[in-house]
């Protein structure tokens, strides 16, 4: 591996972005997710509406045979990998279901073709679960690596010398790139797009599909009240509504338990049992994701952003912010935030 990325640094270092438009290879297969293939295929679309020629993005398949995706979409006019002769400036791995994982991993084409890709190609990654391919072809070794929150620690133990990064939204290193679920596919290829063409086409690409350029944090705080909304039974399924509309009030355990109907121990046990997490870890973890929300969404004053979101004062805001995202408020805002 050691000289695959030597060779790739070498490539880097001699790249003339003048020369050519740069080939983006994006990989399917059947099973694929759909969106795993058109997030990332918009995104470098876009950037050829405002720098024209910018790249030729190809789609391909290990035999070029039309693939089905994962929500019966199906994908023609796809090349073969093996017939892709000319220089390739970044591959794109996609991600699928872990039946079509195995299928595409077994048969053996796709990793062959990365494999013998890898020395001459600047860029090479995978969205979501395609880091699962990357890792069998072995490309991911003595690398960090991301994938989608739900299949991380899968990740890790089928793959011990992969360096997982549960956290992380997407990793760029040495030419190897991985991302988390479907909407981090979008989030690195504005990041791919930013290195080639610069920040002001990434963000204009970024405005013009609606999204931020760089969202704060890592994954787990986009999935951690979901995971809790869907594990939760009928009886707290209605107690977590209430607590998103009440952040402002005092939402202890003694009042939530009350709330739920339940004695403090009683709610505690069952509250944990159904979200893996505390009532109190719960409450703190959807108050700043609220925070978020509005310092990225309003041109309200961080002192009522704090009110609202039931933090109570600044100083309380900052210090969440601080501890879990690793940033403050107004660098939030200032990065992510609606302008003036």
């Not at 720098?51 to 929500?71: D, M, N």
């Not at 199906?74 to 996609?94: G, K, S, W, Y």
């Not at 690596?145 to 089928?158: I, P, R």
Request: glycine share 8%; net charge positive.
């Amino acid at each position: 591996m050691n000289g695959v990325n030597d060779n790739r640094a070498a490539k880097n270092a001699n790249f003339d972005t003048n020369q050519m438009r740069r080939r983006i290879v994006i990989v399917t297969y059947d099973g694929v997710n759909s969106l795993d293939v058109s997030g990332p295929s918009s995104v470098f679309a876009r950037a050829n509406e405002l720098a024209p020629a910018s790249y030729e993005i190809l789609h391909a398949s290990p035999t070029g045979e039309k693939v089905c995706t994962q929500s019966g979409i199906v994908f023609a006019d796809l090349a073969e990998l093996c017939a892709l002769t000319r220089p390739i400036d970044t591959i794109m791995v996609a991600g699928g279901g872990e039946k079509a994982l195995r299928k595409v991993i077994a048969e053996g084409r796709l990793t062959t073709w990365l494999n013998e890709m890898a020395s001459s190609t600047r860029r090479l990654g995978s969205v979501c679960t395609g880091a699962f391919i990357l890792a069998a072809a072995g490309l991911l070794n003595n690398h960090r690596a991301v994938t989608h929150w739900a299949s991380c620690a899968a990740l890790e133990d089928n793959f011990p010398d992969v360096d997982v990064q549960p956290d992380a939204l997407f990793i760029i290193e040495n030419g190897i790139f991985t991302s988390a679920g479907v909407s981090a596919s979008i989030d690195v290829s504005l990041a791919l797009v930013e290195q080639d063409l610069g920040c002001e086409i990434a963000k204009e690409i970024a405005k013009s599909m609606v999204l931020f350029l760089r969202r704060s944090g890592g994954q787990s705080q986009y999935s951690n009240t979901l995971i809790a909304q869907m594990r939760v039974g009928a009886e707290l399924s209605g107690l977590l509504s209430w607590i998103a509309d009440n952040l402002t009030l005092d939402l202890s355990v003694p009042k939530l338990a009350v709330k739920a109907g339940m004695s403090e121990r009683t709610f505690i046990r069952k509250f944990t049992a159904e979200t893996d997490q505390t009532p109190a870890a719960y409450v703190r973890t959807l108050r700043l994701e609220t925070a978020r929300h509005f310092l990225e969404t309003t041109r309200w004053p961080v002192k009522r952003v704090a009110q609202m979101a039931g933090f109570g004062s600044v100083d309380g805001l900052e210090r969440a912010i601080q501890k879990r995202l690793k940033t403050s408020p107004s660098a939030i805002r200032n990065a992510y935030g609606v302008k003036r």
